[in-house]
């Protein structure tokens, strides 16, 4: 079945929404990631949503190689 975890989380000056979808397919799992980064300090939010989802990408590239090894 579908799974679901959702959390908004302030750090800072900075706002962060983050959903995590994990959906059966195909014999395996699907994980999908949707963020929202915003930031009440101008310019802010662009160099925040950058770190932020490069900080996700290397997450699950680790929980990714984790499972595979598992």
Do not use: K
Not at 25 to 38: F, K, P
Request: glycine share 10%.
């Amino acid at each position: 079945p579908l799974v679901r975890f959702a959390a908004a989380i302030d750090v800072g000056f900075v706002h962060v929404e983050e959903e995590y979808r994990l959906t059966p397919v195909d014999g395996g799992t699907e994980l999908v990631v949707d963020d929202t980064v915003s930031s009440r300090l101008p310019g802010l939010g662009r160099l925040a949503l950058r770190l932020t989802r490069a900080n996700v990408v290397a997450s699950m590239a680790r929980l990714g190689e984790h499972c595979r090894l598992g």
